[in-house]
């Protein structure tokens, strides 16, 4: 099934990725006839809502939108790189957002430091959350696909009690903290409500990417990645390689948290993190680039744009917004066969390996 | 807070209901292990599962028709891994992701636009199952409760895991399913693709989890609610991968998570916060796992 020949004609070699495009467009063709919407209205509303709006409102959220999945992926594209499946993302970026929050709210001191010692704290927080999975994994042998998403699970309830009950804001009445006072909120950048947060995330991107690409601290955990035993055999600390680099997975994901605290919400508000499905999307946003790095930030952004754009269409067309979510996974589901070299083969022997039986 | 208060016949009554769904949905995960088929979509399954239930006992009434429904769109959805892992080289757990993006997405979506409603569908027009009542067992004390007045489901839930026990040692099919996992070469060589093999074990597994879900919103309760299979798939994984997909080892391990379920049911009417008792089934599981894994490392080394 992998015997691509090594050469192909241009036509031969865009033919399959007709058959995709098309594929694709039929389902979404279909699912807006059930919706009983018009395809021009949707289109027409799908692109302001991704692009468009006063003063270009909607592509600042988009853009906004996309700082948070970017991080998310960047995130998992150093562990994914590693060859640790950390799919963990989504509590590592709870604990640091609400870490972010607290510091926020509770520390004196000037604004400049209350938000920086707030970022600290929640990349911190993402970080440790990020090593418990891998402690469990390295050393006690609890495979880290299961174990980092297990552990989403008490990161949200957790979280959720403590925003509900000790830290809640009694007087708003819903599940969240009091408001982080405005001195300390990230800026907008001037004449638009778009918050500098991304240059957090661009910064990101660029160190990441050089990082895997260019660095022999990089190459030293990619090379762990393709092959944990030749690594360990050329005397390489596989071990503290691998916690490292899930420590900085779980950091990048604990600053897309504070991003949104300091940037967007002002406060840790239950679920904000959760239901947009931030964590899922940056995985996704990886997959479809095959973990290439500097696809990323572009493949996050796209996601981003579908994800507002398909929210613009729900309110001029009607269409719910959760078709974004739908599009999503067709897409995957085409690329994902379209490309042999896309595998989690580590951790399937990882997981098979040695019955008793 | 006394135990009799918690272990009374209504708290005993009720946990073939945590059972059933997690129990249907990792026997239908045991027969992908088994065949070889990471299958990490469960998750996604159930839902489907559990959403063409409401689907089909809304529109024909019948709880049976729902249970029907079920099936056949977990058939769907195992059909639809198939083609995407089996006949086209997709990793089987970036199918997963998506197959569970696609489920959580695609259900929403079905649940606003044919039915018009956002969160949760509850209808009087659903007809979900009656409770089975035994009439000799359900007067036996202790027991009683547990056994008589279950959804069918259970029943077969039950029946299935000890069937597939047998099927898995003595039936031709199930040996084959065995040898696509262990020895894909040797059935090979024996002329049986192990890729057919497989395809059959995704078409179980997708009945199974689709009767996973209809358990959960046709049986459990009769409604419908955005992403209600709530990560039980995941903990339905989490047995597969423990047990490695033996059957009765899998009984087992998911009569342990489902007590656990119940008890979190039960103590947040003890005033407990409701966090922590939604929190308590992924804690057993990760210190289930946590426990095995460390043993099972010691062993080996």
Redesign the interface.
């Known amino acids: 099934m992998s015997g691509v020949p090594d050469r192909l004609s241009p036509m031969r070699e865009l033919t399959p990725w007709i058959w995709v495009l098309a594929w694709i467009l039929g389902i979404l063709f279909v699912l807006m006839l059930i919706a009983g919407a018009s395809f021009g209205g949707a289109l027409e509303g799908f692109l302001n809502g991704a692009f468009g709006g006063r003063r270009y409102a909607y592509l600042m959220t988009t853009l906004s939108r996309s700082a948070l999945i970017i991080g998310m992926a960047l995130s998992v594209m150093l562990s994914f790189r590693a060859g640790l499946f950390n799919i963990g993302g989504e509590g590592q970026l709870v604990i640091g957002g609400f870490t972010a929050a607290l510091v926020g709210i509770a520390m004196p001191g000037p604004p400049l430091l209350v938000t920086a010692a707030g970022i600290a704290a929640g990349m911190a927080a993402g970080a440790l959350w990020a090593m418990l999975a891998g402690v469990l994994y390295l050393y006690v042998g609890v495979p880290l696909l299961v174990g980092s998403l297990l552990l989403n699970y008490p990161a949200r309830y957790i979280t959720s009690y403590l925003v509900g009950h000790p830290f809640r804001d009694v007087q708003s009445g819903l599940p969240q903290t009091h408001l982080i006072d405005n001195a300390s909120w990230l800026p907008f950048f001037p004449g638009t409500r778009l918050d500098i947060g991304i240059l957090f995330i661009i910064a990101t991107a660029v160190i990441a990417i050089v990082y895997t690409s260019m660095t022999v601290h990089g190459y030293r955990t990619r090379m762990t990645g393709y092959s944990m035993p030749f690594a360990q055999a050329s005397g390489l600390p596989v071990r503290w390689l691998a916690l490292q680099t899930l420590a900085m997975s779980g950091a990048i994901a604990g600053l897309v948290g504070a991003i949104a605290v300091f940037g967007i919400h002002y406060r840790y508000a239950d679920g904000m993190l959760v239901q947009p499905l931030y964590a899922w999307t940056g995985i996704v946003a990886v997959l479809l680039v095959q973990m290439v790095p500097w696809a990323v930030p572009l493949s996050g952004f796209f996601f981003a744009a579908l994800q507002t754009g398909a929210a613009g269409m729900e309110r001029t067309a009607g269409v719910p917004k959760e078709l974004a979510i739908t599009m999503q996974a067709v897409i995957i589901l085409f690329v994902a066969s379209r490309f042999s070299n896309l595998t989690f083969e580590g951790t399937r022997t990882e997981t098979e390996g040695g019955d008793g039986t | 807070m006394g135990l009799e208060a918690l272990f009374d016949p209504a708290f005993a009554g009720s946990l073939p209901r945590f059972i059933t769904p997690i129990l249907l949905a990792a026997l239908g995960g045991a027969i992908c292990e088994r065949a070889g088929v990471?299958n990490?979509a469960l998750e996604g399954f159930i839902l489907v599962g559990a959403f063409a239930a409401v689907c089909g006992a809304f529109f024909f009434g019948s709880a049976l028709m729902g249970a029907t429904a079920a099936i056949f769109a977990g058939v769907l959805m195992g059909l639809?891994f198939a083609?995407?892992h089996l006949r086209?080289?997709?990793?089987?757990?970036?199918?997963s992701?998506?197959?569970?993006?696609?489920a959580?997405?695609?259900t929403?979506?079905?649940l606003?636009?044919?039915f018009g409603v956002a969160g949760a569908f509850r209808d009087p027009a659903i007809v979900g199952f009656d409770g089975v009542r035994l009439p000799l067992i359900e007067d036996v004390p202790l027991v009683g409760p547990v056994l008589s007045g279950q959804s069918p489901l259970f029943y077969l839930a039950i029946a299935i895991a000890v069937g597939l026990h047998l099927f898995f040692l003595r039936h031709r099919l199930g040996l084959r399913i065995r040898a696509a996992g262990?020895n894909p070469a040797a059935l090979t060589a024996g002329g049986v693709s192990p890729e057919r093999v497989r395809l059959y074990a995704l078409v179980a597994c997708g009945a199974l989890c689709g009767l996973a879900g209809a358990q959960l919103s046709i049986a459990n309760v009769n409604l419908f609610v955005e992403n209600m299979s709530a990560?039980r798939g995941?903990i339905a994984?989490?047995a597969v991968?423990l047990t490695?997909g033996?059957p009765l080892p899998l009984l087992a391990i998911v009569c342990l998570f489902g007590f656990v379920d119940s008890l979190s049911f039960r103590v947040q009417g003890l005033g407990w916060?409701q966090?922590?008792t939604?929190?308590m089934p992924?804690?057993a599981?990760?210190v289930v796992?946590?426990v095995l894994?460390?043993w099972?490392?010691r062993r080996?080394a």
């Open positions: 990471f990490i639809l083609e995407f086209r080289p997709g990793d089987p757990i970036v199918v992701i998506a197959l569970n993006l696609l959580a997405g695609l929403t979506y079905l606003r636009t044919i262990e990560g995941w994984v989490v991968l490695r033996r916060p966090q922590f939604d929190m992924y804690v599981t990760l796992l946590v894994s460390w099972r490392m080996n």
